[in-house]
């Protein structure tokens, strides 16, 4: 590998990702913002935290768990009930055992979320006891299930969108690394926001290939309030890590760019934070981003859906050429 890095682009050693050389682990963060890594060596119940797990779910996977779980444990004390016997109930009509299973189950639904219906009831001091034990495992259900519900809806979000590649194009008299996001809820500002940028390069060191880590310098890495969209740039100049690299040398250095976000959020008196990166598959070249807003009367328009719309910078010079 025959590539150069400008000797004044300023490095950053404290992003925290080490410097491993094999080049085929994938990216440092995914799109989502979490980091590509797996924790290995403790037991998995010492590793994970289910309350965390689950209120970091997307919500589909949220009520889906919900779901299954409420679904198992009632099969679980059906299975019990059974093995202590159908005659310990009363009230129950069904000869064929599918239809016992049907009226036990449904019973330990009414008995796990205390509706208790009471047609179907226990007579049996076995089942009596599984019964209550039952019951008192409803009441901790629900209490964590309102908690994790709780939890969830109150926990702050940074309702940002970031762009799905980040472009190099014609900037003033040089070129420019650029990207950009919006805040997409109705009703939501971040205020005090601040923007960080690094870029990973594998680089020969030694006759191996590490990666090290660059500060990019920002045009702008700080707005009052984000009301619309940002376009961060970062202009490629002389002190700039991108400087003199052409597209072949980006893919050949598996560069990926780095990017945090964080401001305030006036609803949740809170702040909130957003990661992403763009890969070197993910950066287009000669192309910008079409201006995303529009004045109507009297108001603005933010149009979101143009969030990722791009077209080739000699289209946009020349409009830009003819006003």
Not at 4 to 33: C, E
Not at 223 to 233: D, E, R, S
Not at 235 to 255: F, H, Q, R, T, W
Not at 294 to 320: D, H, S
Request: avoid cysteine.
């Amino acid at each position: 590998m025959a590539l150069r890095i400008n000797p004044f682009s300023r490095t950053n050693d404290d992003t925290g990702f080490g410097s491993s050389s094999n080049s085929s682990v994938g990216r440092f963060i995914n799109k989502d913002g979490s980091f590509n890594l797996r924790k290995e060596g403790i037991p998995v119940w010492e590793r994970v935290s289910i309350y965390h797990t689950l209120l970091n779910l997307s919500s589909w996977k949220f009520f889906l768990a919900i779901i299954i779980f409420f679904v198992s444990i009632n099969l679980v004390y059906t299975l019990i009930y059974l093995g202590l016997g159908a005659q310990e109930f009363q009230g129950v009509l069904g000869t064929s055992e599918w239809q016992q299973f049907k009226e036990i189950y449904f019973f330990s639904t009414e008995t796990f979320t205390t509706v208790g219906y009471g047609r179907v009831n226990p007579v049996g001091d076995g089942v009596n006891l599984v019964a209550s034990i039952e019951a008192l495992n409803g009441f901790l259900y629900l209490a964590v299930f309102t908690g994790l519900i709780y939890g969830r809806f109150s926990k702050p979000k940074a309702f940002l969108k970031f762009s799905d590649h980040a472009v190099i194009a014609p900037y003033k008299d040089k070129m420019g690394l650029m990207f950009r996001f919006a805040s997409f809820k109705a009703m939501h500002t971040l205020t005090g926001v601040d923007v960080k940028a690094n870029l990973a390069l594998l680089v020969p060191e030694d006759g191996k290939p590490v990666y090290r880590f660059f500060e990019l310098k920002l045009e702008r890495s700080r707005i009052q309030n984000l009301p619309m969209n940002w376009t961060v740039v970062h202009a490629i100049d002389e002190d700039s890590p991108l400087l003199g690299l052409n597209e072949e040398d980006i893919k050949a250095a598996d560069v990926e760019i780095y990017v945090h976000v964080q401001g305030f959020d006036e609803v949740f008196s809170s702040s909130v934070l957003k990661r992403t990166s763009y890969t070197w598959e993910e950066i287009q070249f000669n192309r910008r981003f079409v201006p995303m807003y529009r004045e109507t009367g009297n108001t603005t328009i933010l149009e979101l859906q143009k969030l990722n719309t791009t077209v080739p910078a000699e289209v946009k010079q020349e409009a830009e050429r003819l006003g």
